[in-house]
Nanobody, 114 residues
Framework: QVQLVESGGGLVQPGGSLRLSCVAS????????MNWYRQVPGKQRQLVAA????????VVTDPVKGRFTISRDNTKNTVYLQMNDLKPEDTAVYLC???????WGQGTQVTVSS
């Protein structure tokens, strides 16, 4: 079955960086687009970034533009989210998503605080 496992979250000070990873299994990873979302308790899940299967197209949403980058390594079945210049408002659970399969990872907590 489709499985997505995130890692790389943690506590970081404002201005710091983290790189999240999501390892996928159970489907031909190089054939499908992947997304990163984030969720804060009591709020709707928010799309952060998306990348096409062939790496040619990627997008990050306005709140993180210029600070976050999405990438993938199809040889490792892994999608990454590089997060730089983190702000307290980036605090959330970050979730990996395979939209074609409506599959979600369990999430990894990112906390930005001094």
């Amino acid at each position: 079955q489709v499985q997505l496992v995130e890692s790389g979250g943690g506590l970081v000070q404002p201005g710091g960086s983290l790189r999240l990873s999501c390892v996928a299994s159970g489907f031909p990873f190089d054939g499908y687009a992947m997304n990163w979302y984030r969720q804060v308790p009591g709020k709707q899940r928010q799309l952060v970034a998306a990348i096409s299967s062939n790496l040619r197209d990627s997008v990050v949403t306005d709140p993180v533009k210029g600070r976050f980058t999405i990438s993938r390594d199809n040889t490792k079945n892994t999608v990454y989210l590089q997060m730089n210049d983190l702000k307290p408002e980036d605090t959330a659970v970050y979730l990996c998503n395979a939209p074609h399969f409506s599959a979600w990872g369990q999430g990894t907590q990112v906390t930005v605080s001094s």
